[in-house]
Each structure stands twice: as C-alpha cells, then as structure tokens.
C-alpha cells in the first residue's frame, strides 16, 4: 500500500494533474515554433448567430485558431484551457477563435454548456469541413496561433494544456 | 470509484512506464471497467499506443453521428484501435504515413484498411455528409507531421481482422533533420488483440 502510495505521487509529480487524474493520455504543455512562420490561410465562417467572422477581422491581433469537434476526446479536455487562455490574454490583445468542424449550432451549443468555464470567444462553424482542409489540419484538434502580421508561429497539433505558464508566456510574448 | 481508480492506474502505467524504462518497453493493460485491452511502447522519444474499442462503443458512436445500424456494422465490427502516436522527444520531426504501417498476421503482413474504403462505402450507402466528416475525421490521420515537445493525435484505426485475431502493428516514421541512415525510426507492438 504503501508502496502504491509512493508511486502515486511521483507519477502525479511527473505529470502535474489532470490528465492522469481522468485517466487519459496527457495534454501537451508547448507550442511549437514554425520555421519559417507563413502567412495564414484566409478564414471567414459563420459564427453561432450566422454572423460572418473573418480572421481579417483582428488584423494587428495575435489570434489563436483551434480546429475543434464535440466527438473528439482531446478537443473536449482542451476546451477549458482554452477559455482560461482567453481570460488571461484578452486584455493583452489576444484573440481566441474556436473552428467547429461539421457539427450544427445545437450540438455545439449543447456542449458548450458543459464546459467549465464555459467558453465567452467566439465559436465558428466549418460545417462543410472545407477551411480545415484548405488549413492544412490532418486531424483534431489542431491550433495555429497568428501573430500581428498574419502570419502563423506556433502550431500544436493535438491536445493542450493552454494556460500552462509555457504556452502562456509563447502568446504574450507574441502581443507585446 | 474503483473502476475510475483502476483506469488512472492504467494510464499512469502505460505512460509512465515507456518513459522510465526506455526504448521498446512494451506495456498491457486492461481496463477494469470496460475490458478494453491496451498496448504501448516508446521509441526514439515517439509513444504509440493502441487500445481496443469495442464494437458496442463504435455502434453508439456512429448512430449518434446519424449513421444507421447497418452502415457501420461493417467497420465496426472490422477490428478497430483506438490510437495515440505522440513526438515526445525524438531528435527532430517525426513525419509517418499510415500507408507504409503493416499488420504482421500468421506471419504474413498487410496493409492496414484506408480510411478512404471505409467513406467510399459509406457514401455508397448513403450516409449524409455531416455522418461522413465525422467519420473521416474521428479516424486517425493518414499522414502528419509532429514536431517533439509533445505534438499527438488520437483516432480510429481500423486493422481490417476479424474479431478475437491476434496480430503484430508495425509502425514507422521518418525522423526529419538529422543524419543519414538516422531518419528511419520504427516501433512493433506484439501480440495485439481484436476485441470480441
């Protein structure tokens, strides 16, 4: 018992927290880098009041992209972090905008609702799944995060922890 | 509690077990709860892992995506993983093709099932394109590119064998930016089971 006890906290130790508290795979807590970084792809969808939102819209913004589905585990535990990184960052002029890929307002909306925090950024919909190809995503969930100038200089593909103090710092260190 | 205990235990060993004990130290575990089987190892700082999902799990899946019964009881019931490869810490990025991945059965190795049979016949059988986007993407992708500190995907994949088979994955990768004859990496999970 003892033992068992032990080991518990190095390996909580090791991975600091959730993602082994759920029993899950953990979430990775860096960015990286894109060398050299390349111009965003053009986006502009429907967000969930079928208002057209265009990345275009936040020029001189550092914008955060995240490619996202219901169905899909990472994206779901990711979800969270993401609001949190919203909440911190805001007001260092950071935007965050959530890419559904071909899900309806409803099912997102649902699941929204049992997010913790729930999120406030704006949340648009790829319904055909057509911006996700023309981005270059392979698979779920994928995030580009976009500098002042357009262009894309961190990409994380699969799930992440974004309000670790790491990612953190790669974003603010961006809107400064 | 104790099944929820019991798959943190699991997960905790799969993965910190492949770090501690290095290179091609292959894990097996089994959820208490579900009975879904796993298998893991790491190499060169690249963890996969496979762990089975049972064809129950699928059929929910997919009838809530508005897929019917019988269009996916063929995939479902085609031996189905779900699947983590992770670049954790390999010497650069690691670039796979899940075309040149092998299934080795009675000695004898095959290609694993393309993602784009499964949707040719599923669009053949009518399902809408809402059932189909889900589908394509709830499957692990065909190719990526992960760069090391911890870029991952999870997904389907379906291995095309029939239910209780035994086989071994071989899976590869190319290792971008280092020395020739260095850029090839690969991993073996022996002895993986189809669920029932």
């Known amino acids: 018992m003892q033992i068992r006890y032990l080991s518990l906290v190095l390996l909580l130790w090791i991975f600091s927290g959730a993602a082994v508290a759920q029993g899950l795979p953990p979430l990775s807590h860096s960015l990286t880098p894109m060398d050299p970084p390349i111009p965003a792809p053009p986006l502009s969808l429907p967000n969930l009041d079928e208002d057209k939102v265009a990345l275009s819209d936040f020029g001189g913004k550092v914008v955060v992209v995240n490619f996202w589905a219901t169905w899909c585990p990472p994206c779901r535990r990711e979800m969270g972090s993401l609001e949190r990184l919203h909440q ?3 007001a260092s002029g950071v935007e965050v905008l959530g890419v559904n890929v071909g899900e309806d307002s409803d099912t997102i909306f649902s699941f929204l609702g049992t997010i913790d925090p729930s999120p406030t950024f704006p949340m648009l919909l790829d319904a055909e799944a057509e911006t996700v190809d023309r981005w270059g995503v392979r698979g779920l969930p994928t995030t580009y995060v976009i500098d002042r100038e357009g262009k894309v200089r961190y990409r994380a593909v699969g799930g992440r922890e974004f309000d670790h103090p790491q990612i953190l710092e790669a974003i603010r260190a961006l809107a400064k | 509690m104790k099944g929820i205990a019991g798959r943190r235990w699991a ?6 077990a492949g770090l501690a004990w ?9 959820d208490p709860v579900t009975g879904a089987e796993t298998w893991a190892a790491e190499s060169g700082g690249v963890f996969l892992s496979l762990t089975q999902i049972l064809p129950d799990q699928l059929r929910a899946f997919y009838v809530n995506r508005g897929l019917t019964l019988d269009q996916i009881e063929p995939f479902a019931t085609s031996c189905v993983f779900m699947t983590v490869l992770r670049n954790d810490s390999a010497p650069g990025p690691i670039h796979f093709r899940r075309a040149d991945w092998r299934v080795r059965l009675d000695g004898k190795d095959r290609a694993l ?7 040719t016949a599923l669009r053949r059988q009518g399902v809408e394109p809402p059932g189909l986007i889900a589908f394509r993407w709830a499957q692990f992708p065909r190719e990526q590119t992960y760069r090391p500190g911890g870029d991952w995907n999870q997904g389907m994949l379906s291995v095309g064998l029939e239910p209780g088979q035994s086989f071994d994955l071989m ?8 020395a020739a004859g260095n850029e090839r990496g690969k991993l073996i999970l022996k002895g993986v089971r189809c669920a029932d």
């Not at chain 2, 997960?11 to 910190?16: A, E, I, K």
């Not at chain 2, 899976?171 to 280092?178: D, P, Q």
């Open chain 1, 88 to 90: 911190a960052t805001a």
């Open chain 2, 11 to 16: 997960w905790c060993w799969v993965f910190c």
């Open chain 2, 22 to 30: 290095g290179n091609d130290t292959q894990q097996h575990v089994k």
């Open chain 2, 113 to 119: 099932t393309p993602t784009d049979k499964w949707l």
């Open chain 2, 171 to 178: 899976a590869s990768w190319r290792v971008e930016g280092v």
